[in-house]
């Protein structure tokens, strides 16, 4: 079986453009949260996604936003973007989406604004 | 809100020889306590998860963590590691409630000497 599949897996873009990144889940997976990983730090939570609607909301910015398809399968939009948005940007997915369930990542997609 | 804490941030052990990974957290009930081990270039892989019973739990890979509630600790052991354990390993909380926001520590970078 696939794994969570991000694409693209690299991505140059320059300070006031915007991007859209794109997320694959599971297989049966209906959760997916997308998660901002700066260099040399832990994962930050940004969003998570659960039949298509917005269950929770990390401390970002308005210029990111996201979306679950009804395949389950999401993309996260930042616009306007500024030089500290340069990042890894892993996608994970799971079941149910309840707190304490195995989370699976992608292996993320690393953007660099210059 | 929940924090995590891991203080060392980069780890040499020899091929062999014991590991203790130390990780403190802050939440105000019981959290669910997950280790994660990120390769170069890769995204996070669970290695074990802790709610609730046994305080010792074990995971994948031959590691094991302790849950002491005392001390607000979830510490990450391995008796004997191997070259191929040499990653980055992210202690991480996340809240029982109906969403599912996952907190992760800085990290801490694991190198292994022959």
């Known amino acids: 079986d696939a794994g969570v599949t991000q694409s693209p897996t690299h991505l140059i873009k320059t300070r006031g453009q915007q991007v859209t990144l794109r997320c694959s889940p599971i297989?049966?997976?209906?959760?997916v949260s997308w998660y901002q990983q700066v260099l040399g730090q832990g994962p930050q939570f940004i969003f998570q996604?659960?039949?298509?609607?917005?269950?929770g909301r990390g401390n970002f910015p308005d210029r990111f936003s996201a979306r679950q398809f009804p395949n389950y399968s999401s993309e996260l939009n930042v616009n306007a973007l500024l030089l500290g948005d340069s990042a890894l940007y892993l996608c994970?997915?799971?079941?149910?989406?309840?707190?304490?369930?195995?989370?699976?990542f992608g292996s993320g997609t690393q953007l660099s604004v210059l | 809100a929940q924090s995590v804490t891991q203080p060392d941030i980069h780890i040499t052990v020899s091929e062999g020889a014991s590991l203790e990974l130390r990780c403190n957290y802050s939440?105000?009930?019981?959290?669910?306590l997950f280790w994660y081990v990120q390769s170069p270039g890769q995204g996070l892989q669970l290695l074990l998860k802790?709610?609730?019973?046994?305080?010792l739990v074990q995971g994948i890979k031959g590691f094991e963590a302790e849950f002491k509630r005392s001390q607000s600790s979830f510490n990450l052991r391995k008796p004997s590691v191997h070259w191929s354990d040499a990653a980055e390993y992210f202690c991480?909380?996340?809240?029982?409630?109906?969403?599912?926001?996952?907190?992760f520590g800085t990290g801490t970078k694991l190198q292994v000497i022959p």
């Open positions: 991480a909380v996340a809240h029982s409630g109906g969403y599912q926001k996952v907190t």
């Open positions: 996604y659960y039949e298509k609607e917005e269950r």
């Open positions: 802790y709610f609730s019973g046994d305080t």
């Open positions: 994970a997915s799971s079941l149910g989406g309840q707190g304490g369930e195995k989370l699976f």
């Open positions: 939440y105000g009930a019981t959290p669910y």
């Open positions: 297989s049966g997976h209906k959760s």
